[in-house]
């Protein structure tokens, strides 16, 4: 089973704004989390999307991936980047300090056995319907 990642970093957004948007996808397979992302309006959504497509073109030229088409997002790892410090001078001779958060993020891919989708996938694909 061949894996394929891409890597994302110092990009100039909170991870806490990542997170809810790496819940969405994680699990799931890879054509329906790039659906997802399409159409969520979140700004990082846009950012996760780019970060999914270069990792199923990795996986494409990966020589351990056989069919790209049965691909699920098996990890999505969103962690703290360095943060920038600036100062903003207030009143009163008071100093505000100012953070610009970054973040660390990373799409691992699998290709799932026999073309049949993992456990995880199917039962979280299940989820919200009926």
Request: proline content about 4%; glycine content about 6%.
């Amino acid at each position: 089973m061949g894996q394929a990642s891409a890597l994302l970093r110092f990009e100039r957004v909170s991870f806490r704004k990542m997170k809810p948007v790496a819940d969405l996808i994680r699990h799931r397979r890879a054509e329906v989390a790039e659906r997802l992302l399409m159409v969520s309006p979140r700004r990082t959504a846009r950012i996760m999307l780019k970060l999914l497509r270069s990792a199923i073109a990795n996986a494409g030229n990966s020589p351990d991936i056989s069919d790209t088409s049965s691909l699920f997002v098996s990890r999505v790892d969103v962690g703290p980047g360095p943060t920038e410090k600036r100062v903003s001078f207030r009143a009163r001779g008071r100093v505000f300090l100012i953070r610009h958060r970054r973040s660390h993020v990373r799409i691992v891919l699998e290709e799932a056995k026999d073309g049949v989708e993992s456990e995880r996938v199917r039962a979280r694909g299940s989820e919200g319907k009926g």
